[in-house]
């Protein structure tokens, strides 16, 4: 394990619980959570080239070109950046383009350790997103079988708890037909370099975040001997 922490991508069908994780994974590594999202925030708010252009995209609700994603996170990358040390990035890379670019971003000194590919059955995360429900203040997750405490209004600023237009079983279906599609062939790309570990992510927060850790822990451990 290098000092400044592992550098780590962390994979996953919607509904994997992969934001969450990787929250857990940067406090229990003291490393960087980063998703994309925030990195088109930091860089826009900075006034980069890349960021100001993709927040003109984000602001007519368009999906950020492939190109201007790869050219905020090589910025991000860069000696100095928001990611030159240790980091776990949750929904980066999202096609094959973009972990190549990743790839060949990163120090050749200081590569991506592990990518770790958090694997749930179809019936379980359609089960997770279709029943999620979201507060549309503060964007709290809540789900069918845990519900606020009174009328479907946020505990922590009563604002309404909803479905969001996306989490509909159909428009579910339709997204994970994408992620067969788009994110398949990256699980296959960091296996082909043996940057790849596969976890079980059935099963408690707790239970998942253990099996994550003891992949992070032996990978690390191989790799100084």
């Not at 059955?121 to 507060?135: K, Q, S, T």
């Not at 043996?194 to 408690?204: A, F, K, R, S, Y």
Request: glycine content about 12%; proline content about 4%.
């Amino acid at each position: 394990m290098t000092d400044n922490g592992p550098r780590l991508v962390l994979l996953g069908k919607q509904g994997a619980g992969k934001g969450t994780q990787a929250q857990r994974i940067a406090d229990h590594y003291g490393i960087v959570h980063l998703s994309t999202g925030d990195l088109f925030r930091q860089q826009a708010a900075a006034g980069t080239e890349f960021g100001v252009e993709a927040r003109r995209y984000m602001d007519s609700g368009e999906l950020v070109p492939d190109d201007i994603v790869i050219g905020i996170v090589r910025e991000s990358l860069a000696p100095g950046g928001l990611l030159s040390g240790g980091w776990v990035l949750d929904g980066f890379p999202r096609t094959l383009q973009q972990a190549e670019a990743l790839d060949g971003a990163v120090d050749d000194d200081r590569p991506v350790d592990l990518a770790v590919n958090i694997e749930v059955p179809h019936e379980i995360v359609l089960d997770r997103l279709a029943g999620r429900r979201v507060c549309e203040v503060c964007g709290r997750i809540y789900h069918v079988n845990m519900p606020p405490r009174e009328n479907w209004t946020c505990d922590d600023d009563g604002g309404a708890v909803t479905q969001r237009p996306d989490d509909t079983e159909r428009a579910i279906d339709r997204r994970l037909q994408i992620y067969d599609t788009e994110t398949l062939p990256i699980v296959r790309f960091y296996a082909t370099r043996g940057h790849l570990e596969v976890v079980d992510g059935v099963g408690t927060g707790d239970e998942v975040f253990g099996r994550i850790v003891r992949a992070v822990d032996e990978r690390l451990a191989s790799t100084a001997r």
